[in-house]
């Protein structure tokens, strides 16, 4: 099966400029292509790894990628998807991003000089004279048809400012940039980069004269259309600081039936002709595939080591009832309290149980929340129930539902 065949048959491709031109130029030679990363965090997510597998799908046929770190475009900041303007970042934070990112990417591909470029559009954006870019790359462009995407027009009612309005403009150059310098002839992206896509191939086009290709990739999103990658903590990040290895294989257990053979077929290396075994699975065999999908992703993504011990506290948490050394917890500290106790809904909030007051209660009327002080776990009905410190400081245990257990201690 062809590298081609094999996205198209794992749901991956959403859009293409010439596919009988990509086909040709992935599966008969050596390509050179590049993916862009803004650094406005400094952590990658799951979003963020969905790119990286076509990158070392890429890699393994023999194709040379460009990791474009954004340290240029990251200051303007992109408004694909977005209803706000982005936070602006300094020069030192967006380097200190960019560097991260460089260090995660570095376990899950090969990045090694002879296997990619690395490269920061900073390095050619920051030095740009701006009259000479309106007069040379400006002038390519029509604001009549940037107006008709939908990265800008679904901004129009709310504004947008003319800072995010050059965003396309950059994005583009760097494909001009990228063409020149390293004969760059595909630029890929999550299906929301895809006006930002087709601007590079048409300035590429027009300055030199060539036929250069675009590709976006399916964004990875729930049966009825959500983004994944949430939690009550936030983003689900490939930092283990920040989301660690058991907490990154709890999101991949619980996802909905919906989508477990989606992500598997997206997310994961398993062969494809093993995933669509598994669309034929249903019941509680369902629970299988997504103990195979938590456990594949935090493989691929920490270490084996790390998905072999998420999965024994996973399954140590269930038969026993909570006790695994391994479970995720959060340290409490006098500031927490109020009058020498802390509200049950504070505590979810401050555990990240819960996003929000308002859904901590919502989970206690559900009866979706138990505590076990050493006695097992009993199901709290009040959400005015309010935990002492004494008896928070050696350790209590919340279970969320059925599935989700959290230590709090002082």
């Known amino acids: 099966m062809t590298l081609y065949q094999e996205l198209t048959r794992r749901g991956l491709i959403a859009q293409q400029t010439h596919p009988e031109q990509i086909e040709e130029l992935m599966d008969k030679g050596k390509v ?27 890699q393994q046929r023999g194709h040379m990628p460009i990791l474009l770190l954004g340290t240029g475009t990251t200051m303007v900041g992109d408004p694909s998807g977005r209803t706000d303007m982005r936070k602006m970042l300094s020069v030192d934070d967006i380097n200190y991003n960019a560097d991260r990112f460089l260090e995660q990417m570095g376990r899950i591909v090969d990045i090694s000089p002879e296997k ?115 939690t009550a903590r936030g983003a689900v990040w490939l930092d283990r600081n920040k989301t660690d290895p058991y907490e990154f294989f709890q999101y991949w257990r619980n996802v909905d039936d919906a989508d477990v053979i989606n992500c598997l077929k997206l997310l994961t290396f398993l062969p494809i002709e093993e995933i669509e075994e598994m669309e034929k699975w249903t019941g509680s065999r369902l ?9 594949e992703l935090t493989k691929d993504v920490h270490s084996k080591g790390d998905a072999d011990k998420a999965q024994e506290t996973a399954k140590a948490l269930f038969t026993t009832g909570g006790e695994a050394e391994n479970m995720p917890s959060t340290i409490l500290s006098e500031e927490d309290l109020v009058s020498g106790g802390i509200s049950l809904v504070d505590l979810l ?40 410190g004494d008896k928070i400081r050696d350790g209590i245990i919340i279970r969320k539902g059925k599935k989700v257990f959290h230590r709090a201690s002082f």
């Open 287 to 295: 629970n299988k595939a997504k103990e195979i999908l938590a456990y």
């Open 116 to 230: 990619a470029i690395v490269a920061r559009n900073g390095d050619w954006l920051l030095g740009l004279n701006y009259i000479e870019l309106l007069r040379d790359v400006g002038v390519h462009f029509s604001v009549n048809k940037m107006l008709s995407y939908e990265c800008f027009k679904s901004r129009m009612d709310k504004g947008l400012s003319f800072i995010e309005f050059n965003y396309m403009i950059m994005q583009s150059y760097d494909f001009l940039e990228l063409y020149r310098k390293h004969g760059c002839m595909m630029q890929f992206g999550g299906n929301d980069q895809w006006s930002n896509i087709i601007s590079g191939v048409d300035l590429v086009r027009r300055v030199e004269g060539k036929d250069v290709y675009g590709m976006t990739f399916t964004l990875l999103a729930t049966k009825d259309g959500a983004k994944m990658g949430k």
């Open 349 to 388: 909030v401050k555990t990240g149980l819960a996003p929000s007051k308002g859904e901590a209660r919502r989970l206690i009327g559900q009866k979706g929340i138990s505590i076990d002080q050493g006695g097992g776990f009993y199901a709290v009905e009040d959400s005015a129930f309010t935990l002492s």
């Open 32 to 58: 050179t292509f590049y993916i862009g990363f803004d650094a406005t965090a400094d952590s990658l997510h799951v979003g963020h790894f969905l790119q990286l597998t076509i990158i070392k799908r890429m």
